[in-house]
T-cell receptor
Framework: GQNIDQPTEMTATEGAIVQINCTYQ??????LFWYQQHAGEAPTFLSY??LDGLEEKGRFSSFLSRSKGYSYLLLKELQMKDSASYLC??????????WGAGTKLIIKP | ETGVTQTPRHLVMGMTNKKSLKCEQH?????MYWYKQSAKKPLELMFV???????ENNSVPSRFSPECPNSSHLFLHLHTLQPEDSALYLC?????????????FGSGTRLTVV
């Protein structure tokens, strides 16, 4: 079966750095997405990786290793507004999105 | 506002009621999706519409009935639901059915079945 694993919850301090990991086992691979979802709001697109390596976008970076079936989302200079759930999703060979259960990130002052 | 609008935001219904969820997008996207989001579980794909044609129905019970009158509007008709159907129902759209350009989600309808 297809599976996406990510930690259920993480806690970090304002101003610090946090890395949210995602491992996947899917039928084929057409890219990996990270979405942010604040409580009661729509998931919003953060990043898309299809090639190995690091993609940087401001305070957020996303890394992919296809050989290891692994990705991480790196958040720097954490702000209170970064408290949210972070969803990892893989586009499989049928272009169907396979979702992880999400990581709830709690930022403390 | 993300470009995908869902109404209502909250809905409480009895098990014998009939209600409908509405989704609207004016992004010019050609694919639309219904997802169910339950606490601490992955998003569950329910239905996919591509150019108004249903292309996916992931073994969803018949008490959920989708309707796509045009490429901008999507409905989810609900009847005789069960308490376990209580969840956040998310609508999403994508430029094309590959989803390579990402999905745009609505804020969802929080459904409670009593």
């Amino acid at each position: 079966g297809q599976n996406i694993d990510q930690p259920t919850e993480m806690t970090a301090t304002e101003g610090a750095i946090v890395q949210i990991n995602c491992t996947y086992q899917t039928s084929g691979f057409n890219g990996l997405f990270w979405y942010q979802q604040h409580a009661g709001e729509a998931p919003t697109f953060l990043s898309y990786n299809v090639l190995d390596g690091l993609e940087e976008k401001g305070r957020f970076s996303s890394f992919l290793s296809r050989s290891k079936g692994y990705s991480y989302l790196l958040l720097k200079e954490l702000q209170m507004k970064d408290s949210a759930s972070y969803l990892c999703a893989v586009l499989d060979s049928n272009y169907q999105l396979i979702w992880g259960a999400g990581t709830k990130l709690i930022i403390k002052p | 506002e993300t470009g995908v609008t869902q109404t209502p935001r909250h809905l409480v219904m009895g098990m014998t009621n009939k209600k409908s969820l509405k989704c609207e997008q004016h992004l010019g996207h050609n694919a639309m999706y219904w997802y169910k989001q339950s606490a601490k579980k992955p998003l569950e794909l329910m239905f996919v519409y591509n150019f108004k044609e249903q292309t996916e129905n992931n073994s969803v019970p018949s008490r959920f009935s989708p309707e796509c009158p045009n490429s901008s509007h999507l409905f989810l008709h609900l009847h005789t639901l069960q308490p376990e159907d209580s969840a956040l129902y998310l609508c999403a759209s994508s430029q094309d059915p590959t989803g390579l350009n990402g999905y745009t989600f609505g804020s969802g309808t929080r459904l409670t079945v009593v």
